[in-house]
């Protein structure tokens, strides 16, 4: 079962951003041997659905800015199934409107 999605929008090199990305986001924060902070930290789950979408927010913001330079995020929409949250991740080419 995935745990994001993502949708690119406004850029070159969909096919290999979408490939970063996904790394990006389902490696686990500090199981990268070589660098500790690649990856996405998912504790904020542990947190009221409310906390937890600002948290991941945040923690998504943060990582794709220094991963991922060339996309930025343009929105994330969360859904809530059955105790399980789902974020739906936007991003949009650097520079692009």
Known sequence: MERFKITIENTENEKELQRTLAT???????????????????????EVPEAAE???????????????????IKNIIFQHEEGVMMP???FTGKGAE
């Open 24 to 46: 990006l986001f389902s490696t686990k924060a500090g199981s990268q041997p070589a660098d500790r902070e690649f990856g996405i930290s998912w504790e904020c789950l542990d």
């Open 54 to 72: 600002n948290l991941f927010y945040l923690e998504a913001v943060r990582k794709v800015e220094k991963y991922e330079p060339r996309v930025e």
């Open 88 to 90: 739906h991740i936007y």
